[in-house]
């Protein structure tokens, strides 16, 4: 059993990404500035073309998802998958490419869970939360109590003991941006078997945060604390909360649940980087990543393999366009994102270690779906200059730069060395839907929207190694 004190919040942090990159109102149209001149907007155009025109992204996302599939850290596809884009990136000419080994946090699902409303024979959609500890095949038993929230389970205290706390509040749809309802529902997940657990609570189900409602459950990391009784704790499929729900309104429920997860010790894995070398200042760095690791159910299509297969193709266009980048440029797989960061962490200990410069470090990891703006932290000074840009970008693709976001991953580079981060904003009404769940798979992105994002990311990667931030 593997021992934490308040493991690190990754799902929870994405949240809070997305609502500070999509829930300040679009900049107002760009001032025109002598920012940029017709060689850019050539130059961009020609980025735009190669992307639509002959993009590989696509092909390739399909090779992840479908030929090696889900990949938690620690798992035989994990690597699979760190072994593919490594031989990608080679057979793409870059000029590096390289890893960084790291040790991982190992969880497994193991047997398919089971939950099941005792007396009825009702069957719920289950999906144990990730880091969850299991039940072994005795499973646990015991009435069902429903709340809203953390501080239901402080009102009730001592009422939970002994019973299982059924999280049942769902993510706010009133917010056009999906990742502020996300944001403001996914504590019930995250903490919601310490909450529980303190009062002596038995086991945790939530609804899922999701934005469907359907009865695909969707999983993510879970926490415990130390000196906190660790319990069970899985989400329920949208219809499923519903039918619980419903069933306590006639009377006490009892709800069995089944759960065979458990730890392994760290298993060795790494981060895998493909480097273009800067033509004047090789020794600078702009990073563009995503997270390489997914959860172990569905494909990891938008979350996160969109993000990887983005970031290997935005350097793919500005080769093959011909394109001498200034700075060395950097595509990063990075692992663990879903459960420990250990990769993002990773990074910024060895850049901080070397003393590399990083000019920005980007991420895409809000999924492979109409590009839509970026946002940006340390560095508001940049922000009109790269608002200015803007016009650059065909048919409005990109149409904001805010301040605030980045990514999960780059998060400790930023942190640990100041170096400016920046988010890739996509259209945000269907990530939820699938995020975390097995319906996060390849036939859901489509092909033209994915090379838009991988285009955009490119863009804005010339603009920042031409004319820096
Ligand atoms: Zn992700």
Known sequence: MRKTTLLFIPGFFIGIIFLILTSCQPSTPAKETESYNEEDARMIKMIFDEALENGKAYGWLEHLCVEIGPRLAGSENADKAL?????????????????????????????KEKAQIVGSGEVLN???????????????????????SLDEVDELGEKVKGKIVFYNRALDQKHVSTGAGYGG????????????GKYGAIGVVIRSVTSAFDDAPHTGMMNYEDGVEKIPAAALGFQSADKLAEAL?????????????????????????????????????????????????????????AGCMHSVEALRILKAIGYQPRHSLRAVMFMNEENGVRGGKKYAEIAKGKNEKHILAIESDAGGFSPRGFGISGA????????????????????????????VDVGPLYRETNTPMMGLGVDPQRMFDVHHSPNDVFSTVHRRELHLGAASLAAMIYLVDKYGL
């Open 380 to 407: 508001d000074e940049s922000l009109d200059k790269l608002r200015s840009w803007l016009p650059l970008f065909p048919q409005n693709t990109i149409s904001f730069i805010n301040k605030g976001g980045g990514g």
């Open 83 to 111: 072994d593919w884009t490594e031989s990608l990136m080679k057979s793409e000419n870059f000029d590096q490419v390289f890893r960084q080994e790291v040790m991982v946090p190992h969880w497994e699902r193991g047997t």
């Open 249 to 305: 309104k006639k009377g006490p429920v009892e709800l069995f649940l089944q759960m065979y997860c458990q730890w392994f010790p760290d298993a060795p894995s790494a981060n895998v980087i493909g480097q273009l070398d800067g033509s004047e200042k090789p020794e600078e760095y702009i990073v563009v990543g995503g997270h390489i690791d997914s959860w172990d159910v569905g494909q990891g299509a938008h979350d996160d393999g």
């Open 185 to 196: 529902a996914v504590d019930q997940r995250s903490g919601g078997a310490i909450r529980a």
């Open 126 to 148: 289950v999906l144990a939360l990730g880091g969850s500890i299991g039940t072994g095949s005795e499973g646990v038993q015991g009435e069902v109590i429903e709340v809203q």
